[in-house]
């Protein structure tokens, strides 16, 4: 609701369904909390939303006892395993895919920690579905996508170092928390950034540079990489492959392997001076929380604050064409299943993915379906839930927290119902993604002649876009506040190629608040140099049979809706309204 600060609320918000009550306490605590009001001059605008229904709590647990029908599995096991409750397997890949028939619960013991992937290989009914759960007490069962790293020596000046290290480590963490590849300039220097001179399109030219060399007299540059500022809303790191000449460094535009259409130098790269920082040299590592990894000696270099020993850190890796593929649970061509009360952490892709591409024995409809993912926990992944050529699946009552790339995202998903989910700090690192299309919320679209229901979640700090769809659906009753939070010429609210009637889409009743954009790195003679973020924007492609109605939105540095060069259409007949260009 849209209330003043005399309590007095808007009487066309009346069913929004929002409520004064208090949000759950996450785990891990999140670093802020979308409760609290607006302040717009001395009014006040908008309320706590109702998060009690919102995220994980435990529900439908099994019994902490032998139960029929049950198959049970601890971690923590030592002997001989069956599957019972006494006698439990010690992983859920260790069970036979046989052994799973319709109506089977397969009981996680709370505290389990599982490193390896888990191959989905039964289904059930749609009357006795699969369930995949929890039972005893404690945190949820944990599934890991990183590598324990924990033999370290001493290098000097608070450095550490672990050896034989064969893993291409990407990502690290400390106690949870994403560390910091070894960068000039430091991310918390007054300066972060070095900003480029006008050059030629892949090569990085800049008088600065001359600066680096007297600091770093007998640096390499050749193989470590500039992380660009490629454009408003993407950062990309670049292999350095020559030094033509002191103050200018060749990029290798082929060093990466990025996705198909999202990847490479954006084109007005060059004719602009935009930010830019150098990282992935030993020489760089000066901070403490800092890493650097030699690929080549497979060691991993850390410091630490206080000069001790770093203990057990968790870390990730890629292939050398930037892959992993890696995801704890794999549903692939499977249907009638539930997984609730689990917990994701590290995973390098996708802590879990539901995907159909293509018929086979087991579902020659090539679909997976009737998927549901409820009450799970999905904390610094890569990315969170994935789904490709999925058809009624359900995600709801989940928590996403500071995935890296995006929290969920859907490919060709036919009758998706994404609902009650609690998304909080996405993608807020710039730079670590070998894309210039990421940093979403929630990134999804509908298969052919399909549609999506995207209701009732709660996104709170958001990188880039927070709810980027795809085709035909519904966008309604989502509470949004710091859509485009760390970069630019975003919205909170994004859509492109709806599809014509029947059906089309529907942006209704959501509330969206503080979508600011940020100049960050952005060089300030580019020509789109000011602060870009649209509530609810139409894409720049076919847009048919698009209704946006009855949305709050305040305090967007762009607009409350902007039509951005969108090809617009009525029920389906090409040019009727377009191409049209408004704020």
Request: hydrophobic residues 30%; glycine residues 10%; aromatic residues 12%.
């Amino acid at each position: 609701k849209a209330c003043n600060s005399a309590g007095v609320c808007s009487v066309n918000s009346a069913n929004l369904a929002v409520a004064t009550l208090a949000a759950p306490v996450p785990s891990p605590t999140p670093s802020s909390t979308p409760a609290g009001g607006l302040m717009i001059g001395s009014n006040s605008v908008g309320i706590a939303i109702d998060t009690s229904i919102y995220g994980p709590t435990p529900t439908l647990d099994c019994p902490n006892q032998q139960t029929s029908g049950s198959i049970y599995v601890d971690s923590s096991f030592s002997g001989t395993s069956i599957g019972t409750f006494s006698q439990p397997y010690k992983k859920p890949s260790d069970i036979p895919g046989s052994s799973v028939v319709a109506g089977t619960k397969i009981c996680i013991k709370r505290g389990s920690v599982f490193r390896n992937q888990w191959d989905i290989g039964f289904s059930g009914t749609s009357v006795a579905p699969v369930i995949i759960t929890s039972y005893g007490s404690g945190n949820a069962p944990l599934f890991l996508g990183s590598t324990a790293i924990s033999q370290w020596t001493p290098f000097g000046n608070g450095i550490y170092k672990a050896t034989g290290v064969t893993l291409n480590v990407n990502r690290l963490y400390s106690n949870g928390q994403l560390q910091t590849m070894a960068r000039y300039p430091n991310k918390n220097a007054s300066n972060p950034l070095l900003y480029k001179d006008v050059s030629q399109s892949n090569q990085l030219k800049d008088s600065d540079l001359a600066t680096v060399n007297a600091l770093f007299p007998n640096i390499n540059y050749v193989g470590s990489q500039a992380v660009i500022k490629n454009n408003n809303w993407s950062w990309l790191p670049m292999k350095i492959s020559s030094v033509v000449s002191p103050t200018v460094l060749q990029l290798d535009p082929n060093g990466f392997s990025y996705a198909a259409g999202y990847g490479g130098i954006f084109p007005e790269w060059k004719d602009y001076k935009f930010g830019y920082y150098l990282q992935s040299k030993l020489e760089y590592l000066d901070q403490a929380g800092e890493w650097y990894y030699d690929s080549a000696a497979q060691t991993l270099y850390f410091k630490t604050s206080d000069g001790q020993p770093p203990g057990t850190l968790e870390a990730t890796g890629i292939d050398t064409n930037n892959n992993n593929q890696f995801r704890s649970i794999a549903i692939f061509n499977r249907n009638n299943i539930k997984i609730q009360n689990l917990e994701f952490r590290h995973q390098p892709y996708s802590a879990l993915s539901v995907e159909g591409w293509g018929a086979n024995n087991n579902n020659p409809r090539g679909f997976s379906e009737n998927i549901e993912i409820s009450h799970c926990k999905f904390y610094s992944t890569q990315r969170g839930i994935t789904t490709g050529q999925d058809k009624n699946i359900k995600i709801q009552h989940n928590w996403m927290e500071k995935n890296h790339f995006e929290a969920m995202r859907g490919l060709g998903s036919v009758s998706a119902d994404v609902s009650y989910n609690y998304f909080l700090d996405i993608a807020l690192e710039y730079g670590i993604n070998y894309s210039d299309w990421s940093n979403f919320g929630l990134n999804w679209s509908s298969g052919d002649g399909e549609s999506f229901n995207i209701h009732h979640n709660v996104m709170d700090k958001v990188g880039y876009i927070a709810i980027s769809t795809g085709g035909r659906g519904a966008i309604e009753k989502n509470f949004i506040r710091n859509a485009t939070y760390i970069f630019n010429d975003g919205g909170a609210i994004t859509f492109d190629h709806v599809q014509p009637a029947p059906g089309g889409l529907s942006v209704k009743q959501n509330i969206i608040l503080d979508c600011p954009g940020t100049l960050f790195g952005t060089g300030s003679d580019y020509h789109h140099y000011e602060l870009m973020c649209s509530g609810i924007g139409f894409g720049d492609q076919k847009n048919s049979n698009t209704r946006v109605t009855e949305n709050t939105i305040a305090n967007t540095t762009r607009a409350a809706v902007s039509i951005d060069e969108s090809l617009m259409y009525l029920n389906g007949t090409s040019g009727a309204y377009g191409p049209n260009r408004g704020h």
